[in-house]
């Protein structure tokens, strides 16, 4: 192997590497992108309004939230 050949293989195998560190970056840049996004979303899609009473389905009707856990601890 000749210099100059030497030469060429050490330019292509940094040609190599240089666009796949720029891939990396590249993709580095867009999953930070999609985060922010998801942030912006989720902060925007939950208003933070108060609800005037809290429904409790589960369970019997009628019967408050420490009756259940009274209940639940006697067992």
């Not at 210099?3 to 560190?21: H, T």
């Not at 867009?30 to 609800?51: H, K, Q, T, W």
């Not at 809290?54 to 009756?67: C, I, S």
Request: overall charge positive; charged content about 25%; hydrophobic content about 40%.
């Amino acid at each position: 192997m000749t210099v100059r050949e030497r030469q060429a293989s050490v330019r292509a195998r940094r040609k190599k590497r240089g666009r796949r560190l720029m891939i990396a970056y590249a993709l580095c840049g867009v999953i930070f992108l999609l985060l922010a996004l998801m942030i912006i979303f989720i902060e925007c899609s939950r208003p933070g309004i108060a609800l005037s009473e809290v429904n409790d389905y589960t369970g019997d009707p009628g019967t408050t939230t420490e009756q259940k856990m009274s209940a639940s601890n006697r067992k």
